[in-house]
């Protein structure tokens, strides 16, 4: 029978993402009372839709459905109205040109090329940094360093093969509108979430666990930790006893990698492509690229991830959006780029309730999402994408885990089958 008053439930789940949706529905379903102890103000967690900053709707962080046509949120998207584009045409930037097919053709084989070679290596047994199989004297290695950083958040030099094999194919990316965090939000409708109230320390043993927070102290049977390896690892979330230390080492293996958008609007008819195009550029500023008229919006979303998306959330938000202006009319024209009329950037890398983007295996590290993942005493269960072994970095990653992690509860509780 669940128990659940002011102050005691069966299971208090930190952090009300993706993972701690999965978790909270799942233990409703089982008729387990559970409460979600959410620091940021909304839930959502990395996932967050907002029509604020420039009067359309934007995704902050999550915006995809990667592996769609087996992704668990697809079904989701359907019921809640989500919408999503199968195709994403590429066109390239050549130094301030379009570039035609031969040249384009030739630019998306090299790139092919760099990111089997890095995956292959990995299925050999090899777990090394990526960037020892990147042709660094291909004249379009730098787009294939580019878009490796963006999409992991970290440069090739710290990001293992072994990774990249283990990482289901990311061959199905569907973006949606009005994006992730919209279905986050309904996700979360009905579910009991208490926003801004941030989980310094939780206690734990044999009789269950003590979770004090900014609002008080919740008592619980079990937790279940959402937050992300950023949180944990600085500190942030303090546990009595202290984690054991191969719970530390999984941490410091899985740290937190940077990445951070920059989203233009533009004059309704101002962008002279297609909508949803992928613009990927190369020029003396090196590679960089954009998500253009999202849904046929009037607008452009730069992508950054390492050391780039670092100095992105570290500028004055009116010099990012001055730099990806900048980008954009070295490779479509000022004619273009003069014609932005607001712009806004994302800053995870500041959020303190996350502090980073999603996990990313240093080299020799993968094997440590599964050690993360491991229960502690049967009564601390832990989620989140960084405890996914094949879909990490992801939203849906992070949603197969809260369910995982509420199988575990419902299996570890006492007096339950």
Not at 100 to 106: K, L, P, T, V
Request: with cysteine; net charge negative; hydrophobic share 45%.
């Amino acid at each position: 029978m669940a128990v659940s008053d002011a102050n005691h439930v069966d299971v208090a789940i930190v952090g009300a993402g993706f993972a701690g949706l999965a978790a909270g529905r799942a233990l409703r379903a089982a008729s387990v009372s559970a409460r979600l102890l959410e620091a940021g103000d909304r839930p959502g967690g990395r996932a967050w839709t907002e029509s604020t900053s420039l009067g359309v709707p934007f995704d902050r962080g999550c915006a995809w459905l990667h592996q769609a046509s087996r992704n668990p949120l697809r079904a989701l998207a359907d019921t809640h109205g989500i919408r999503y584009a199968r195709k994403m045409p590429t066109r390239f930037a050549i130094d301030g040109t379009l570039a035609e097919a031969d040249r384009a053709g030739a630019i998306q084989a090299h790139l092919e090329a760099s990111f089997d070679a890095i995956t292959r290596a990995g299925w050999n047994g090899i777990d090394a940094p990526a960037a020892a199989y990147l042709d660094a004297t291909s004249p379009w290695s730098p787009i294939a360093r580019y878009l490796l950083t963006t999409i992991n958040a970290v440069e090739p030099e710290n990001y293992s093969t072994a990774e990249a094999a283990a990482e289901e194919e990311l061959d199905e990316d569907w973006i949606t509108h009005p994006g992730l965090g919209a279905l986050a939000d309904a996700l979360a409708e009905g579910l009991p979430v208490n926003t801004g109230c941030r989980v310094r320390r939780i206690r734990y043993d044999r009789g269950g666990v003590r979770v004090d927070s900014d609002r008080g102290t919740l008592r619980a049977r079990a937790a279940i930790i959402t937050v992300s390896n950023g949180v944990l690892a600085g500190g942030g979330l303090a546990f009595e006893p202290g984690l054991p230390a191969d719970k530390i080492e999984a941490l410091d293996g899985l740290p937190m990698g940077w990445a951070e958008k920059i989203a233009l609007l533009l004059d309704d008819d101002a962008l002279p492509l297609p909508e949803n195009t992928y613009l990927s550029i190369l020029d003396r500023e090196g590679a960089f690229g954009f998500h253009v008229r999202p849904f046929g919006l009037p607008v452009a979303v730069a992508y950054t991830g390492g050391e780039l998306a670092r100095n992105v959330a570290d500028w004055p938000e009116a010099d990012a959006v001055a730099f990806a202006r900048r980008r954009l009319s070295a490779a479509l024209g000022e004619a273009v780029g003069g014609r932005v009329r607001a712009g806004t950037r994302t800053c995870w890398r500041h959020a303190t309730h996350i502090a980073g983007s999603y996990s990313a295996a240093r080299p020799g590290c993968h094997h440590l999402r599964a050690v993360l993942a491991t229960p502690v005493a049967q009564r601390l269960f832990f989620a989140g994408e960084a405890t996914d072994g094949r879909s990490f970095a992801t939203a849906h990653g992070a949603w197969q885990s809260g369910q995982r992690a509420a199988g575990e509860v419902l299996a570890a509780l006492p007096g339950r089958d």
